[in-house]
């Protein structure tokens, strides 16, 4: 099959192409296998959302559910074991992929139980885990980019596990997730851990920053305010890329574990789906191009970027500061970015509390109807 010229592009410049979205049923079409054939995939993430929107939707799921029922399994275990099944799945159809970029990509994402974002040793201990369970080398764990989840994502990572840290919005959490990483690959060292096997990408979420920064600039209402809205979701990523570059490319306590087989910690721009109308529908992916980077999308952007994305090589070096400018132009106005990203993670936080919520609830219906 021939891949998609614009997202064979997209990759040849550097960016690995992930796809946001699993179900069961994509798995058992054949349509994620599609996606690799000819749009360029590499890898896949989920989330609570994801995880809650396919079991809402179609009848994939009925017959193990009421196989775990008759078994007794309750909800958590239920849900435990479905999604697990899924990602393992998913890991074993992007083995390929894992083999051919060294460990790079062929990635699957799992995430902790998001009512656990503000505990970190239960956090620890599920990632622990669901590593087991799951038991495919090319999973990540997705831990929250949350105060808690910074000593999670360290202490995961000292045990030789690879890890997707989520739920970053701001350029200096960013900064302490790179530091988390790094104190992760240290303690796995002296720990005697293959320092090369271990994985991590950081996701930076781009859309989400846009919606709620052109809020405030709308009710501020100025001239000048309204001219700065759709700026600042790339502007933000584009100095997460500049702190990443300091890190993983100049930083001497990088190279110190770089000599022992270390490997930098890629940024990933999650959140990609534009919200407003009135931007591009690829304007997170074509703005975004650089090397050593991720790119999740949902299909509706993926093939977007499919059919109109022009991608014009490196996007981001050299950016940041006018990047930086667009940041300085915001907070002048009046606009407390402090505020905006602690806003941020807490929402991000509650959405997900409230997907995983409405699944606990839906499995649990299903059970409940199956045991009948």
Not at 6 to 34: C, F, I, K, P, Y
Not at 128 to 138: A, G, H, S, T, Y
Not at 243 to 248: K, S
Request: aromatic share 6%; net charge negative.
């Amino acid at each position: 099959m021939t891949q998609n010229a614009n997202l064979a592009a997209l990759s040849a410049a550097g960016v690995s192409v992930w796809l946001d979205d699993l179900s069961r049923e994509r798995l058992q079409s054949g349509n994620l296998q599609e996606l690799i054939d000819t749009k360029s995939i590499v890898g896949v993430t989920t989330n609570p959302s994801i995880f809650q929107a396919a079991f809402a939707h179609g009848d994939s799921y009925d017959g193990q559910i009421a196989e775990l029922a008759e078994r007794g399994a309750d909800v958590d275990a239920t849900i435990r074991t479905i999604t697990t099944d899924d990602v393992r799945t998913a890991c074993d159809v992007l083995a390929p992929q894992w083999e051919a970029s060294g460990g790079v990509d062929g990635r699957v994402s799992i995430e902790v139980d998001p009512r656990l974002a503000n505990e970190t040793e239960k956090t620890v201990a599920q990632a622990i885990e669901l590593w087991k369970i799951v038991d495919r080398p090319n999973l990540l764990i997705k831990i929250p980019a949350t105060e808690a989840g910074l000593p999670a994502i360290t202490a995961v990572l000292a045990e030789g596990i690879s890890v997707n840290v989520t739920l970053i919005f701001s350029v200096e959490r960013h900064r302490a997730v790179m530091d988390a990483y790094l104190a992760g690959l240290e303690k796995a060292r002296e720990a005697g851990h293959d320092l090369s096997k271990i994985h991590s990408v950081a996701s930076f979420f781009v859309s989400r920053v846009d919606t709620e920064i052109d809020k405030r600039l709308e009710k501020i209402g100025s001239e000048d305010a309204l001219a700065l809205r759709g700026q600042a979701g790339v502007a933000n990523a584009r100095l997460a890329y500049a702190a990443y570059q300091e890190v993983f490319e100049g930083g001497q306590r990088y190279q110190g574990l770089q000599a022992d087989g270390a490997r930098v910690q890629r940024p990933l721009w999650a959140s990609t789906g534009v919200k407003n109308p009135d931007y591009s529908d690829t304007l997170y992916v074509t703005e975004l191009v650089a090397p050593n980077t991720v790119n999740t999308m949902p299909e509706k952007t993926l093939d977007a970027v499919a059919d109109h994305g022009v991608i014009t090589g490196d996007t981001i070096t050299g950016t940041a500061a006018a990047a930086q400018e667009v940041f300085d132009k915001v907070s002048a106005i009046g606009v407390d970015l402090t505020d905006v990203f602690l806003v941020l993670e807490n929402e991000g936080v509650e959405k997900f509390v409230a997907s995983w919520t409405d699944l606990l609830s839906e499995t649990q219906k299903q059970l409940s109807s199956a045991d009948k």
